[in-house]
Each structure stands twice: as structure tokens, then as C-alpha cells.
């Protein structure tokens, strides 16, 4: 969902921690498509940064 309103909102890069596998490896699957997917999908160039922080936000995800 935010991945779709990047496109919407024309933002240039997307810089995220956890991945969509990130997440689904620690039993969270309600969405399943990357933001690797949606940029490759976009009408325009989006560049994509992953695993920023990454064990910080994993972190994060485990204590919810």
C-alpha cells in the first residue's frame, strides 16, 4: 500500500529496512508484493534502497 502511493505521489526513491521476505520469514504475509515489484511496475523511474537499518527493524517487527 505505501509502495503504491509512492507511484501515486511520483516520489523518486523509496528507502526501506525490511523486505516483504524479511517479514514473511517472521509469519507476517498479508501482502506479498515487493516494493522491487511495484517500482518495476511504475510508469516512471523509482529507485529502491532496501535493508536500511534492517536489523533494527526487524526488531521493531518482533516487538509487535
Avoid at 517479514?23 to 501482502?31: D, F, K, L, S, V
Avoid at 511495484?38 to 536489523?55: C, E, M, W, Y
Amino acid at each position: 500500500m505505501c509502495a503504491g502511493l509512492a507511484v501515486w505521489a511520483n516520489v523518486s526513491t523509496v528507502i526501506f529496512g525490511s523486505s516483504i521476505a524479511d517479514t514473511a520469514a517472521m509469519g507476517r504475509t498479508r501482502i506479498m508484493v515487493g516494493m522491487e515489484e511495484i517500482a518495476a511496475r511504475s510508469p516512471f523511474t523509482l529507485d529502491v534502497i532496501g535493508g536500511l537499518l534492517k536489523d533494527e527493524c526487524a526488531e521493531l517487527y518482533r516487538g509487535h
